[in-house]
């Protein structure tokens, strides 16, 4: 059974970077149908899609946050990254891992979220 | 940018009762709409995928429909399991999700 988990910092300074990282087993991150993606929800909030990574490097992001985020991945250790510049107390949230997967039908190439980490909250704090 | 909305943004059921929650898009989105269910503190799962494909191991209470800019997802039989909270996500321009229903016990 394919498992994600993330890690990195829980605490954050303001205008400093959060990195986190996203470690993947059960499975291979180097297939061509999956992207590896992350997504955010601030305490008590709703979810945000920050950006989605593919093996081969290709990203696309949150045009919110995307002069903020940089998405890197690492097929020798089955890890994708987040790295998230100028962080304030709004960046404040659980973070989330996941894997994109692609549906090829008839009508369209449909992409989902069908295996998430369980998440890790990161306070951006002084 | 693509602008989604669900609704209501809470509603009161009991088990057993049939529960449809309604998601729109702006503008089009054809049937690139999935839905999720939060339980708290948990992660999302996957419910549903190009708007009425059910994901393997979902149970059959669930259903979706919709294309365009109208989506629903309907909960046939409502279980202890399922007080939760529901969003929908559009895949057809980058990633964004509604901004959530609610469902508690009456």
């Known amino acids: 059974q394919l498992q994600l988990q993330e890690s990195g910092p829980g605490l954050v300074k303001p205008s400093e970077t959060l990195s986190l990282t996203c470690t993947v087993s059960?499975?291979?991150?180097?297939?061509?149908?999956?992207?590896w993606g992350w997504i955010r929800q601030p305490p008590g909030k709703g979810l945000e899609w920050i950006g989605s990574i593919h093996f081969s490097g290709s990203a696309y992001y949150n045009p919110s946050l995307k002069s903020r985020v940089t998405l890197s991945i690492d097929t020798s250790k089955d890890q994708f990254s987040l790295i998230l510049s100028s962080v304030t107390a709004t960046d404040t949230a659980v973070y989330y891992c996941?894997?994109?997967?692609?549906?090829?039908?008839?009508?369209?190439?449909?992409?989902?979220?069908?295996?998430w980490g369980q998440g890790t909250l990161v306070t951006v704090s002084s | 940018d693509i602008q989604m909305t669900q609704s209501p943004s809470s509603l009161s059921a009991s088990v057993g009762d049939r529960v449809t929650i309604t998601c729109r898009a702006s503008?089009?989105?054809?049937?690139?709409l999935n839905w999720y269910r939060q339980k708290p503190g948990k992660a999302p799962e996957l419910l549903v995928y190009a708007a009425s494909s059910l994901q393997r191991g979902v149970p059959s209470r669930f259903s979706g429909s919709g294309s365009g800019t109208h989506f629903t997802l309907t909960i046939s039989s409502l279980q202890p399991e399922d007080f939760a909270t529901y969003y929908c996500q559009q895949s057809y321009f980058g990633n964004t999700f509604g901004p959530g229903t609610k469902v508690d016990i009456k």
């Open positions: 503008p089009s989105i054809n049937k690139y």
């Open positions: 059960g499975g291979s991150i180097s297939s061509n149908t999956y992207y």
């Open positions: 996941a894997r994109q997967s692609l549906d090829l039908a008839y009508s369209g190439s449909y992409y989902y979220f069908d295996f």
